[in-house]
């Protein structure tokens, strides 16, 4: 039988139409030559889940996402339609949790069975689940140390604060005159310890010597300690025959002995000899005398006037700032205002939220809104309506433009003081 050139092109047209109908639904997860079972989850939000996207277990893909539609009560919850190789039956109370599957982001479904005997029918809804996304983790661990240090700047900016007040404008100069007299105490000190090694390493070796000696004085006092028994044996035994001789030879002696410590004494008064020299040297005397009056009169003078020895000029803790510098910024085409809240939802500049302000300025950015109060070209002046502003938004801070763009607060703060 002999077709014509028409049927031949019909049934080619036709077959090419099914392969495609058949291709794309492939690609959607139906494969009509496979069995599956098809089951339902609502979720309230899918998080970049899409259609054609995995069904796993145990890392083992054994489905894919077929639609994706929300709920017919506009209750705004989502309803994933997937399927499930006809070999796989879920138990009852597993869970399909949607999870990342990739570094990328792309999301799939992880399903979790549970212990259950009974198990789900085909067509079923059963209960979903949502892994918290890497923002969610982030901020459940850094949030507290946020608020630790918050707390700690607070402490540490309300302590400069205190000693900012305690100290006065004298004691740079009070400060600076103490540090002289310590340099002059320093000089003398060295002047004196210089002395005082020249004196040890001149008589070094006599020093050793005596040393030496009394080692060995030492050494034989222990090694003879029975004669030395022996020997106060008989000076109590000299003692008694003492009693019983005149003592006129022994007081010639004791005046000749009397005579010669004299002789020494006077030796030790001259400057003829190094023990004289030590023992007589004013110099030293008077150097270690002034030291200790410079000590003295320093320590007196802490003591009684603490305020005189530390002067901040500036002090920048993120929050509250002193500047010992020109305030105005109008010749560096700075302005200064406070940045209230930023949010993804526009607020009405003439909410509740911001009455007793004043006027505030709105500004959207990528699709976030920045809310933002005052414009001065005074630090002190934005100073006092950022006070006022922290009572309705603790988080409120205090930024900072030039020529229209922001910069850094730190940057104008730096121009304020040159």
Known sequence: MKFSRFTKLGVLIFVSITILVWGLSYLKGNDFFKQANYYHVVYERIDGLAESNKVTLNGYQIGQVNKIEFTDDNSRKLVVTFNVEASFRLPLNSVAQIVSSDIMGTRSIKMTLSDEKELHQPNDTITGAIEGDLKEQVSLQVLPIKNKAEQLLGTIDSAITVLTVIFNEDARQNLSESFENINQTIENIEKTTSDIQQIVSTEKESIQLVISNLDEITSTFKENSENLVNVMQNLSAFSDTLSQISIT???????????????????????????????????????????????????????????????????????????NASDDATSKNIIFKVHLISTENKIPVNSKLFEGLGEIEEYEVSGAYTYLLGSSHSYSEIAKLHESAKKSFADAAIVAFKNGRLIKIEKALNSLRK
Not at 288 to 302: F, R
């Open 249 to 323: 030879p022994i007081l010639a002696n004791i005046s000749s002995a009397s005579n010669q410590i004299l002789n020494v004494l006077e030796k030790l008064e001259s400057k003829e000899n190094t023990a004289g020299l030590l023992l007589n040297d004013d110099e030293l005397y008077n150097s270690i005398n002034t030291l200790s009056e410079n000590l003295s009169s320093l320590i007196n003078d802490i003591q009684t006037n603490p305020k005189r020895y530390l002067q901040f000029s500036a002090i920048d803790l993120g929050k509250d700032v002193y500047i």
